[in-house]
């Protein structure tokens, strides 16, 4: 089993920033790529950005050059760092985790965290 713990979130003005991170641990092994998600009310949950083990980002269309995904192996984190902060931003961002065990693909999620852009 994998555990994901996320922190960060909170409320910030439009254009402010916040630094969101997800902490791994359990059975973190064969862990090939970390991403994060997020849910707006009475919207679908969203890809907003993932990072392979190897580093390669994917980005959605939205938050390109305003949001920068990295991640720590040794600390078995991921980051997302946020600027320029838009109202449609706000949501709850989760945490997922892509573990694969022989040719099965196995999901894990964080309990998520509110980010509330608003003045």
């Known amino acids: 089993q994998v555990e994901l713990v996320e922190s960060g979130g909170g409320l910030v003005q439009p254009g402010g920033s916040l630094r969101l991170s997800c902490a791994a641990s359990?059975?973190?092994?064969?862990?090939?790529?970390m991403g994060w998600y997020r849910q707006a009310p009475g919207k679908q949950r969203e890809l907003v950005a993932r990072i392979t083990s190897v580093g390669t980002t994917t980005y959605a269309d939205s938050v390109k050059g305003r949001f920068a995904i990295s991640r720590d192996n040794a600390k078995n984190t991921v980051y997302l760092q946020m600027n320029s902060l838009k109202p449609d931003d706000t949501a709850v961002y989760y945490c997922?985790?892509?573990?694969?065990?022989?040719?099965?693909?196995?999901?894990?999620w964080g309990r998520g965290t509110q980010v509330t852009v608003s003045s």
């Open positions: 997922n985790a892509n573990r694969k065990i022989l040719a099965t693909t196995i999901d894990y």
């Open positions: 359990g059975s973190i092994s064969n862990i090939y790529r």
